[in-house]
């Protein structure tokens, strides 16, 4: 069974940071399309975050890009999200997902706060 945990949300202020991470049941990371992460603020939809690929290419939301990063260890078969800089606007729960052919799973999610 596919699972992945996310961790490392909390409350942080403007301009701080915070890491999240995606534990994969398995060798997910390894065996994924892709992984990413998504995020849905309250009372807006949600949204892509960014994303790896199995090749190892990444692409990034201009909402983020140039503060967020995205990396993967496929021998931890753990997904991370290193946030900066990070904005009020950035607030919201945090989702892992990793891609195959047959469908993307999902996380639970991670709630991160930014706020003063």
């Known amino acids: 069974q596919i699972q992945l945990v996310e961790s490392g949300g909390g409350l942080v202020q403007p301009g701080g940071s915070l890491r999240l991470s995606c534990a994969a049941s398995?060798?997910?990371?390894?065996?994924?399309?892709?992984m990413g992460w998504h995020r849905r603020a309250p009372g807006k939809q949600r949204e892509w975050v960014a994303t790896i690929t199995s090749s190892g290419s990444t692409n990034l939301a201009d909402s983020v890009k140039g503060r967020f990063t995205i990396s993967r260890d496929y021998a931890k078969n753990t997904m991370w999200l290193q946030m900066n800089s990070l904005k009020p606007e950035d607030t919201g729960f945090y989702y892992c997902?990793?891609?195959?052919?047959?469908?993307?799973?999902w996380g639970q999610g991670t709630q991160v706060t930014v706020s003063s």
């Open positions: 997902t990793a891609d195959f052919f047959g469908g993307t799973y």
């Open positions: 398995g060798n997910i990371v390894a065996a994924a399309n892709a």
